[in-house]
């Protein structure tokens, strides 16, 4: 009688969903990495093409070049102050070949990133573009280059990272021959249609990156802008890695590590295999007691994997829920004699109140602005701002830096003084969420605001709450005449991007000397006055405990970039589902 024939080994569906699942999330994850290696072999070609070029041109040949774009960069700057002027033809200028320059930017390990003319859709689809209306960026004062690039597509990576970079960072243009060296030193968000925020800064010689943002959504402009420093300079800072937590190196170490930890468990299998088939009957039980030892500790892993992602996700859910909470302001010791206040004027002296610093922020850069709540307060806090009615409790922080903006209310001008003038406070509005300035929509007429420096007391009665137009600065004026000293507290009317503000006035009605104010209003204020000695810490402890900032800080991860902070997650969970099901 003939052996029966063996059944064909059947497959279960967890085995074939893990499978196909993990193939199929391979190819979506590698198509970005694979598609940027592709399209950055086609840039290094056009790169040599125009060394080559360069290589071939003469020196006369490139200081005619360089004259005619220096004085097509007279030619923008003066159309863009009004004034009448010939047209030069922009095809013309630096147009040797089909690569107009380079960019390098250390901190993100581009090197060689070719722009090209203008900014058509044929043109950023193959790499950077050079903003038409903008300075060629030749260097010279009086010069604003415009050089722009994609973020989030799928097949290149481009300036996707550039919102990693952080002020003080340097990128480099390399154009006839020349190679320019810049400092970055602001970031801002803006529409689409606001094109003034490209135009030259008379005296300065800067160049900007301009990316769409979020990513994938493009529904605001990314500008990050940096001036020339000397070359020698930018060539002795220290380079800071901004892209360590690229997309490529997660997935590409994630995709290592799976397989490394698959062969290492089926080189384990494999070897307890053929002892257990081992004649020698001890072998052959040892071999089975390491095969049931292995598949325990797999199913551990399968279970530590399960437990680790539900642990991530809940403490991400609890860093989100704290991230849209105000932080409670603890009570601040000013001393017997109001000493604290005599650290105010060095912070006030030190501040910075550009407002070309602030930009457009969200929850994720709230919850960054929570963890660093102490040191910001403490660095920069200049006194107080209650409105009892709508419970706001809030440190006022001298100059607009962006951690202020998120912290408390900041300082609009250096030499502003309460209960002198019109003292205006800033706030940035997370929008939708019950934090910083947001209640002041609720305020009335005749409603109290109290403000202190630490040495007096100034009360404001509301006499306007409205919403007006970003243009309307008549309400952040210093001296209002024919008025009373004036509080002004604004922000953000609506989402990003918003033209509208939310303003509140308030008229000075009392100043009151913390010496002799109402113990009640003091501790309204939240202020204590003991002969303990005065550091010139407002906060002495941080309100913000370790888990939760680390909490918000992984909430805000997930949030910024869940491509690398799920994936490798996900695939490792994996794993061991399709080890389990492929030795069965």
């Not at 003080?168 to 606001?194: M, Q």
């Not at 960054?368 to 006194?383: D, L, M, R």
Request: glycine share 6%.
């Amino acid at each position: 009688m003939g052996k029966k024939p063996k059944k064909a080994k059947k497959h279960s569906f967890l085995m074939i969903f893990a499978c196909l699942m993990i193939f199929a999330g391979t190819l979506i994850l590698l198509y970005p990495i694979v598609g940027n290696y592709l399209a950055n072999r086609e840039r290094s070609e056009a790169v040599s093409q125009y060394d080559d070029t360069l290589k071939k041109m003469s020196q006369e040949e490139r200081d005619a070049q360089l004259v005619l774009a220096e004085k097509y960069n007279e030619y923008i700057y003066k159309k863009q102050q009004g004034k009448s002027v010939e047209p030069i033809v922009y095809s013309s200028v630096a147009n040797e070949g089909a690569v107009m320059g380079t960019l390098d930017i250390p901190a993100l390990d581009i090197q060689s990133l070719p722009f090209y003319h203008g900014t058509s859709y044929k043109t950023l689809d193959k790499g950077l573009g050079h903003f038409e209306p903008s300075s060629i960026p030749v260097g010279g004062i009086n010069t604003r280059s415009v050089i722009t690039g994609h973020s989030g597509v799928k097949n290149q990576v481009l300036f996707t990272d550039v919102k990693n970079l952080v002020e003080g960072d340097i990128f480099f243009v390399n154009i006839l021959g020349k190679r320019l060296a810049y400092e970055i030193d602001s970031f801002e968000e803006v529409l689409p249609s606001e094109v003034d925020k490209v135009k030259v800064i008379s005296g300065k010689d800067t160049v900007t990156l301009l990316t769409c943002t979020p990513p994938g959504i493009n529904t605001y402009r990314l500008l990050v802008t940096g001036h020339r420093i000397p070359y020698e300079e930018a060539l002795n800072k220290k380079v800071t890695k901004r892209n360590l937590w690229s997309y490529q190196t997660v997935v590409l170490l994630t995709l290592a590590l799976n397989l490394l930890f698959f062969l290492i468990l089926m080189g384990i299998y494999r070897y307890q295999v053929k002892r257990f088939r081992s004649k020698d009957p001890l072998v052959s039980q040892k071999g089975r007691k390491r095969l049931k030892q292995l598949f325990f500790v797999t199913k551990c892993l399968f279970v530590a994997l399960f437990l680790s992602m539900v642990t991530i996700l809940g403490i991400a859910i609890y860093g989100y829920a704290h991230m849209q909470e105000e932080t409670d302001m603890p009570l601040i010791n000013i001393g017997q004699q109001e000493e604290i206040s005599e650290y105010n004027l060095d912070k006030i002296s030190q501040a910075n109140y550009e407002e070309k610093q602030i930009a457009s922020v969200n929850v994720s850069n709230y919850a960054e602005a929570k963890t660093v709540f102490q040191q910001t307060t403490n660095n920069w806090g200049i006194g107080k701002l209650v409105i009892p009615k709508v419970s706001i409790d809030l440190p006022i922080l001298a100059g607009l830096a962006n951690e202020n903006l998120l912290t408390g209310a900041a300082t609009y001008r250096k030499n502003q003084q309460l209960g002198k003038g019109n003292y205006v406070l800033l706030a940035h509005n997370i929008f939708d969420k019950d934090v910083l300035l947001h209640r002041i929509q609720d305020l009335s007429e005749g409603d109290i605001i109290y403000t202190t420096d630490f040495k007096d007391i100034y009360t404001y009665k509301v006499t306007i709450n409205k919403v007006i137009e970003d243009t309307e600065v008549s309400y952040v004026e210093n001296e209002m005449s024919g008025t009373a000293a004036l509080l002004t507290l604004l922000r953000c009317e609506g989402d990003i991007g918003t033209i509208y503000r939310r303003v509140v006035q308030g008229e000075l009605s009392s100043i009151q000397p913390l010496k002799t104010a109402d113990k009640e209003v003091i501790k309204e204020l939240g202020l204590l006055q003991t002969n303990q000695k005065i550091t010139g810490e407002l906060v002495k402890k941080n309100p913000v405990h370790s888990f939760e900032k680390k909490s918000m800080v992984l909430s805000a991860k997930i949030i910024s970039e869940p491509m690398q902070t799920i994936v490798p997650l996900f695939l490792l969970f994996l794993m061991p589902i399709l080890f389990l099901n492929f030795i069965r």
